[in-house]
């Protein structure tokens, strides 16, 4: 069995990408922190449409369910390691630098940054072992370009570009790759109070990404054929920003 695992795979970007490995024949680990319902519709809709898989339900930013949870999963799969991981999970709590509460700083770098250390060191020997593995993190082009109102968001989403470049060098001889996603603005709830028709217009494709678009070049980067491809941050933004 091929498994993939997802975080933040319930809703939004994240649950595009699960359908999506689930189309790639993978086995599709389906993780989330606190929205159930959100959870068991994706994972319905993944098996109506021909998928399997399962719901995980930790926070990436606590460590030590990380390591209980995930851990356990992989302790007792132990025929069936997690060749491909995607960490998606990530939130955002925007104000301006100088009104910042240590809690708005906190909870997005401990989920973004603090959260890709803590799943992705717990598979990855498992890839060393099989000396073969797919990492793909959805980053921002906030972490790229810096976004003002977005310290924590862009500090974080900047540390996990640094994270994907330095960890593809020392895995890659082992055929790990590791490598990043940048979207833009994608049409999801995170981005449920932004205004399209007022942002649209600095879009040189005129309008807002989908999901779904995201997810094509996360199943390219997972794929084998992307194979030579490591240290790489893809822009989906529709041409804002390169
Ligand atoms: P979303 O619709 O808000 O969905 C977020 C997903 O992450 C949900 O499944 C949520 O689970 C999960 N999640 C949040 N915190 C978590 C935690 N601590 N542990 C485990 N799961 C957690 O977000 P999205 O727009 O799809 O964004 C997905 C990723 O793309 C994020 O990393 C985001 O920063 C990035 N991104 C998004 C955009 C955009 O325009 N939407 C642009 C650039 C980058 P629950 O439902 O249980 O809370």
Redesign the pocket.
């Known amino acids: 069995m091929k498994c993939a695992l997802v ?9 595009a990408i699960c359908y999506r490995m689930a189309s790639m024949g993978y086995y599709v680990i389906v ?6 319902t ?2 068991n519709n994706t994972l319905l809709q993944l098996k109506e449409n021909g998928g399997n898989g399962e719901i995980l ?6 460590k030590e369910d990380v390591q209980t949870l995930l851990g356990n999963w992989i302790e007792k799969n132990k025929d069936n390691y997690i060749e491909v991981l995607v ?6 709590e925007d104000g301006l630098m100088m009104w910042m509460k240590d809690e708005q700083w906190e909870s997005v770098v ?3 940054l603090n ?1 890709f250390f803590y799943v992705t060191r717990m598979v990855l020997t498992s890839m060393l072992h099989k000396r073969y593995g797919r990492i793909i993190n ?5 972490g790229l370009k810096g976004l003002p109102g977005q310290t924590n ?1 862009s500090a974080a ?1 900047a540390g996990v570009i640094g994270a994907t470049k330095a960890l593809a060098q020392e895995v890659a001889k082992r055929g790990v790759t590791v490598n990043a996603v ?10 449920e109070g932004l205004d399209e028709n007022e942002l649209k217009g600095m879009i040189p494709v005129k309008r ?2 989908l ?1 779904e678009e ?1 997810a094509s070049a996360v199943g390219f980067l997972a794929s084998a054929e992307a194979g030579y491809i490591t240290a790489e941050i893809i822009n989906v933004n529709g041409g804002l920003y390169s």
């Open positions: 975080t933040g795979g319930s809703r939004g970007i994240g649950r993780n989330y922190k606190s929205n159930d959100e959870a339900k930790f926070d990436v930013g606590k960490n998606n999970a990530g939130i955002k401990n989920t973004s959260g959805v980053v921002s082009l906030s968001y989403k940048a979207p833009g603005f994608i049409k999801t709830d995170m981005t807002f990404g999901p995201v």
